[in-house]
């Protein structure tokens, strides 16, 4: 006979309610997605132990041990302990797996640490992430990626930050061979001009990608120093009115970013409709109902922008919208 369980409960730690009955699967948090390979022996060792010997890989870069029984739920919390210190969660209960399930993974791409087009270490922001939201039952997606080539599909979450430079050119070491130019039309946004025998960056055009470093073969362009981010807002899939998330700021630091979502946490907190089922009112809708100038109130509160950072006045979003017989659905 199968045990009462209390479903919402398993939930929040982290624990899928399963089809086959008497079954879960434990949800193993992965911040920016980069794991060692001792700590997979260990998740492994969890699934052959308790599970059905398999592993699923999320979208979201965490991992699933599927086929766990339910009445092995503690032992399997007991054994996630080391997995929860090596991965370096934010929770001084590690006793209990893992305290809340409702801010997802947060996802990252390879970033610097292995792309050439790295503009950032991807991992490393996406953990310092981790430590300052986790954990949280708010319903909450963010993800990093490295350049603009957006290979973490973060415009798909709430919020999706994307690593830009800031392009050091020196004319002394440029031959105008021409090949930033080329490239940068190509495949950017065509910032780059011949002036007088020089190349010349539209700095309004521009948008940080690190075209130009890449394949200048004299190095005349090096990346910034200084880190920068833009910063896309409020995608989000699912059944209701999906939409891309769209451009709010760029050239911002890390620092304010990381500020702006701790301030969303608040903003969620206040304004929230808890009738919602578990609490998983999207932060899209949020914005919809109380007004879009509302959440920039509360997300910039007290966030000092750097002086190049870029702040749109307005986002506008742009949802699925279908018609019927002359009548919009």
């Not at 997979?40 to 029984?69: H, S």
């Not at 946004?189 to 075209?211: E, P, S, W």
Request: aromatic share 8%; hydrophobic share 35%; net charge positive.
């Amino acid at each position: 006979m199968t045990q009462d369980i209390n479903v919402k409960a398993m939930k929040k730690n982290a624990f899928r309610q399963s089809k086959v009955r008497g079954e879960t699967a434990s949800r193993v948090r992965v911040p920016g997605g980069l794991v060692s390979a001792k700590t997979m022996e260990k998740v492994v060792q969890i699934a052959e132990e308790f599970g059905n010997g398999e592993i699923f890989l999320t979208n979201r870069q965490g991992i699933e041990i599927p086929g766990i029984k339910l009445e092995d739920m503690p032992k399997v919390n007991e054994r996630l302990r080391a997995v929860i210190e090596e991965t370096h969660i934010n929770q001084q209960d590690k006793d209990h797996g893992y305290l809340a399930s409702g801010t997802r993974n947060v996802v990252a791409c390879p970033g610097s640490r292995l792309c050439p087009f790295g503009c950032y270490d991807t991992t490393a922001f996406a953990r310092r992430m981790d430590q300052a939201i986790f954990p949280n039952n708010r319903h909450v997606k963010v993800a990093f990626t490295g350049c603009s080539n957006d290979c973490a599909h973060v415009a798909l979450n709430d919020f999706g930050i994307i690593g830009m430079t800031e392009p050091q050119y020196n004319p002394d070491r440029c031959v105008t061979c021409k090949a930033c130019v080329r490239y940068c039309k190509s495949r950017s946004v065509g910032a780059l001009t011949v002036v007088n025998g020089k190349i010349h960056r539209d700095v309004d055009k521009c948008i940080g990608c690190g075209v130009c470093v890449n394949y200048c073969p004299t190095r005349a362009w090096t990346r910034s120093p200084e880190h920068y981010f833009r910063v896309k807002i409020m995608g989000r899939t699912g059944k209701q009115n999906p939409r891309m998330a769209q451009d709010w700021l760029r050239w911002v630091d890390e620092d304010s970013i990381i500020k702006i979502v701790k301030n969303t946490y608040a903003y969620i907190e206040e304004y929230i409709d808890e009738s919602k089922p578990e609490g998983k009112e999207h932060i899209g809708y949020i914005v919809d109902r109380t007004g879009f100038d509302e959440f920039v109130k509360w997300a910039l509160k007290d966030v000092e922008l750097g002086p190049k950072a870029q702040v749109a006045s307005r986002v506008y979003w742009d949802g699925k919208h279908y018609e019927r017989e002359n009548e919009l659905v």
